[in-house]
């Protein structure tokens, strides 16, 4: 038989950072609901990410026309920016889903008014694992 090309592609195609975030309580990591949490990306005009009640997790998309994205997070009337530092490589992923970009975290830092530390557990964000990044909350 010959090949068919029309298949779908049937792999992630796209890689966000999942985050959750966390906080401690008698010294234990435990996840953590933030509410009145507004996500923007700095680095696009068409930056809102997300705005929901209550949120104990989140991905968002790092540019790919840029080796670094600002993510600015306002808790209540607090703010605090995420700057992620990474390399992306264009690969060939199949010839049903083409040319993709992936990503290599090579840093994060965060101004610390409400994010107490961070915890970068995949900085080759798989697109397998439920969680690539923990923000520790105050």
């Keep these: 038989g010959g090949c068919n090309l029309d298949r779908p592609c049937e792999e992630s195609t796209r890689f966000p950072v999942k985050t959750g975030f966390y906080k401690y309580q008698d010294h ?25 009640d209550t949120l104990q997790a989140v991905d968002f998309p790092l540019s790919p026309f840029s080796d670094t994205t600002l993510i600015l997070f306002r808790l209540d009337t607090v703010s605090d920016t995420l700057s992620f530092y990474y390399d992306r490589q264009l690969m060939l992923l199949s010839k049903a889903c083409g040319f993709v970009m992936f990503f290599t975290l090579n840093d994060i830092q965060a101004t610390h008014h409400f994010i107490d530390s961070l915890s970068l557990t995949d900085r080759s964000l798989d697109a397998n694992k439920k969680e690539h990044l923990q923000i520790i909350i105050h």
């Design 28 to 52: 234990i990591l435990k996840d953590t609901l933030l509410q009145n949490l507004t996500i923007y990306a700095l680095s696009r005009p068409d930056s809102f990410i997300t705005e929901m």
